[in-house]
């Protein structure tokens, strides 16, 4: 369901693995939400929500570093962004999930997709074109 593009690439091998991982994950979470053997995903959902909050502040902490290693301008704007992402996630009330697991599972998908996807294609090539600057 979701497809890496070649226009996500950074060309900074670590990002990009890290990045892929994560599209890893949200496809698991798809294969899940499209499983209708299993009718109550809950505890899976749970699993899901906590690897994707574990891996997403690995992933973080990789660019944090990398940010600062370059010297990076808006590291902090950037960093903020991280935070409010992962606050979401933290803050998502997992009592709603029981009413209705697929549409909750999906509402997360897409909010999920749709920020890492617009996340790097806005705010990481920016701080890769900065990169591209100082070699």
């Not at 009592?95 to 997709?113: A, T």
Request: charged fraction near 35%.
């Amino acid at each position: 369901m979701f497809e890496w593009k070649e226009e996500y690439e950074t060309k900074i091998e670590v990002i990009d693995t890290q990045h892929k991982e994560l599209f890893k994950i949200a496809n698991e979470s798809y294969a899940l939400l499209k499983n209708d053997i299993i009718l109550d995903k809950y505890d899976k959902v749970v699993e899901i929500i906590n690897r994707l909050l574990d891996y997403c502040e690995y992933h973080f902490s990789t660019e944090e570093e990398y940010q600062l290693s370059i010297g990076y301008k808006k590291f902090l704007s950037h960093k903020v962004q991280h935070e409010e992402f992962i606050k979401k996630l933290r803050d998502e009330n997992l009592k709603k999930m029981d009413e209705n697991q697929d549409e909750y599972l999906m509402n997360i998908l897409e909010f999920f997709m749709k920020w890492i996807t617009g996340h790097i294609l806005a705010r990481d090539m920016d701080y890769v074109q900065y990169a591209r600057t100082l070699a």
